[in-house]
């Protein structure tokens, strides 16, 4: 695959309530080289500023990497919701009916879909684990997988279900805030592998920061990175120049830039578009993490 994409954004998401989320921080490489750089914004990012740039200011031909589930799992049991008479036939249905249920929900918040009657008991919350469809299968305990899940597992990653909405690996609420801004992106930016790789022009795909940090020679155990000085060795490891500054540094901004180095890094490479596991059914209803082999 020759060299296409000019610019590298990785963005690392929230799924937290309010106008603002701490938790977002933006980070941009450069094709051309150089160190990665934060996309700073004064107030800190909200949902909706992202939107607004991917959809108002992206620059051309950006490979656009957001660490959030685009889908849930599907192929386990042949539908997101078995067992409901709501028949969704690929993500793209289920962006848009997330939207459409939490069409009141400020700042593409998701709270209507999780408390809706319908969908609640699919979600880990505390009490319920989905498990009672009988569809599930994993003896690891954390929900109901996609098949890039496993794939993530086999490669020394530690995913959860994007159905978990408890603990410190909620993804739920984030991956499906995430839906409604894909949903906002339909016909402006398109989503790989759900929409076929553009033969020029931006492109966005799921990315899962831990990925990024275990081919840079972090454990699972220590993926997050606190401090520069860790992050710059990360960034060796890849080949990138280091970032400035010293002690300490939140692990969203690290996350966000070590993964946008990383996706410069492999973006070329044909195997991360081409995974062995990844069926034209699978791609339409589950899509697939970057980079996962």
Same mark, same amino acid.
């Given at each position: 695959?020759?060299?296409?994409?000019?610019?590298?954004?990785?963005?690392?998401?929230?799924?937290?309530?309010?106008?603002?989320?701490?938790?977002? +921080?933006?980070?941009? &490489?450069?094709?051309? @080289?150089?160190?990665? %750089? !934060?996309? =700073?914004?004064?107030?800190? /990012?909200?949902?909706?500023?992202?939107?607004?740039?991917?959809?108002?200011?992206?620059?051309?031909?950006?490979?656009?990497?957001?660490?959030?589930?685009?889908?849930?799992?599907? +192929?386990?049991?042949? &539908?997101?919701?078995? @067992?409901?008479?709501? %028949? !969704?036939? =690929?993500?793209?249905?289920? /962006?848009?009916?997330?939207?459409?249920?939490?069409?009141?929900?400020?700042?593409?918040?998701?709270?209507?879909?999780?408390?809706?009657?319908?969908?609640?008991?699919?979600?880990?919350?505390?009490?319920?684990?989905?498990?009672?469809?009988?569809?599930?299968?994993?003896?690891?305990?954390?929900?109901?997988?996609?098949?890039?899940?496993?794939?993530?597992?086999?490669?020394?990653?530690?995913?959860?279900?994007?159905?978990?909405?408890?603990?410190?690996?909620?993804?739920?609420?984030?991956?499906?805030?995430?839906?409604?801004?894909?949903?906002?992106?339909?016909?402006?930016?398109?989503?790989?592998?759900?929409?076929?790789?553009?033969?020029?022009?931006?492109?966005?795909?799921?990315?899962?920061?831990?990925?990024?940090?275990?081919?840079?020679?972090?454990?699972?155990?220590?993926?997050?990175?606190?401090?520069?000085?860790?992050?710059?060795?990360?960034?060796?490891?890849?080949?990138?120049?280091?970032?400035?500054?010293?002690?300490?540094?939140?692990?969203?901004?690290?996350?966000?830039?070590?993964?946008?180095?990383?996706?410069?890094?492999?973006?070329?490479?044909?195997?991360?578009?081409?995974?062995?596991?990844?069926?034209?059914?699978?791609?339409?209803?589950?899509?697939?993490?970057?980079?996962?082999?």
């Amino acid at each position: 695959m020759p060299a296409r994409f000019r610019q590298f954004l990785a963005i690392d998401w929230s799924g937290a309530r309010g106008p603002v989320q701490k938790g977002i +921080a933006l980070a941009l &490489a450069d094709g051309a @080289g150089g160190p990665p %750089v !934060l996309v =700073d914004r004064v107030r800190g /990012w909200s949902r909706s500023d992202v939107l607004a740039l991917l959809r108002e200011d992206l620059p051309c031909d950006t490979l656009v990497g957001v660490d959030l589930g685009i889908a849930l799992p599907f +192929a386990d049991c042949g &539908a997101y919701f078995p @067992g409901r008479d709501v %028949v !969704l036939p =690929d993500a793209p249905a289920l /962006w848009a009916l997330t939207d459409e249920i939490c069409a009141d929900d400020a700042n593409l918040a998701a709270q209507s879909f999780v408390d809706h009657p319908d969908f609640a008991p699919y979600f880990r919350n505390g009490t319920l684990t989905g498990a009672q469809f009988g569809c599930d299968g994993a003896a690891h305990g954390r929900g109901r997988f996609r098949v890039t899940e496993h794939a993530q597992a086999l490669m020394g990653c530690k995913p959860y279900s994007n159905f978990n909405l408890v603990g410190a690996a909620q993804v739920g609420k984030s991956s499906l805030t995430g839906m409604r801004m894909l949903h906002h992106l339909r016909d402006h930016l398109p989503v790989w592998p759900i929409d076929p790789l553009p033969g020029q022009g931006s492109v966005l795909v799921e990315i899962y920061t831990s990925l990024a940090a275990r081919e840079a020679g972090r454990s699972a155990a220590k993926a997050k990175m606190r401090s520069h000085e860790e992050l710059n060795a990360a960034l060796a490891s890849l080949g990138s120049m280091p970032v400035k500054g010293y002690g300490p540094i939140d692990d969203h901004s690290s996350d966000a830039l070590l993964t946008a180095a990383w996706l410069r890094r492999v973006a070329d490479e044909p195997e991360r578009w081409a995974p062995s596991a990844l069926t034209p059914d699978l791609a339409r209803t589950e899509g697939w993490t970057f980079g996962a082999f």
